[in-house]
């Protein structure tokens, strides 16, 4: 029996780049028929295992390569009909409790609205969300039973399994989010989709081919 290809979307609600990627996988997913699971990774941990650093930190003092940034995220967001984004003016934002509680609230099934209302509130309506009553109030707000998923979060079973995933996605290659996983091949950042679905195409077609 053939293994399903495997595609994956490791992200932080930290990087405004992975909210905005993550926006243009269900069309991919329409298109190909895949299907990503969703990867939450600590980005912190991840800078400090790589020496990497944010864009705010690395791209401070460079003459011309930040503006030329934001005019492609200008670009990106036409291209893709892109309205609510809105930068966050706390950026960047701790992320520890908000990647916990995307872990405790795949184990405890409620991921999807956990997820959607995570990115409103770092990037639709910014707040700043690694003040704990800023956190608490903003997902009681769309909803949320957040006081179980941050008791949820503190559990070790929920920790362990964002470090693993961490250091896995480093040990993969990984240095920055977002990454994807399309088989045993890495891509990174929102301008690689095009990439990761011509990927998607290719490998699924060899899969079948193997099948036959």
Not at 47 to 57: R, V
Not at 81 to 101: A, E, S
């Amino acid at each position: 029996m053939t293994v399903p290809l495997k595609v994956e979307f490791q992200f932080d609600f930290g990087s405004p780049n992975a909210y905005l990627a993550e926006i243009a996988l269900p069309g991919i997913e329409k298109r190909t028929g895949a299907k990503f699971e969703y990867v939450p990774v600590l980005l912190g941990g991840i800078y400090k295992a790589t020496g990497n650093m944010s864009p705010a930190d690395s791209l401070r003092g460079i003459k011309n390569k930040p503006e030329y940034q934001r005019l492609e995220t200008e670009r990106f967001l036409r291209r893709h009909g892109i309205t609510k984004f809105k930068y966050n003016p706390f950026f960047p934002v701790n992320t520890l409790m908000l990647m916990r509680g995307a872990v405790a609230a795949q184990f405890e099934n409620v991921f999807e609205p956990y997820f959607r209302a995570a990115y409103h509130h770092m990037w639709e309506e910014p707040k700043k969300m690694d003040d704990v009553e800023t956190f608490r109030a903003a997902f009681k707000s769309s909803g949320i039973d957040i006081d179980m998923l941050i008791a949820r979060a503190q559990q070790n079973d929920v920790k362990q399994k964002l470090i693993e995933d961490t250091n896995d996605a480093v040990e993969r290659g990984a240095f920055g989010s977002p990454t994807f996983f399309v088989g045993n091949e890495m891509f990174f950042g929102k301008d690689s989709l095009r990439d990761v679905e011509d990927s998607i195409v290719e490998q699924s077609s060899a899969l079948q081919a193997k099948r036959a």
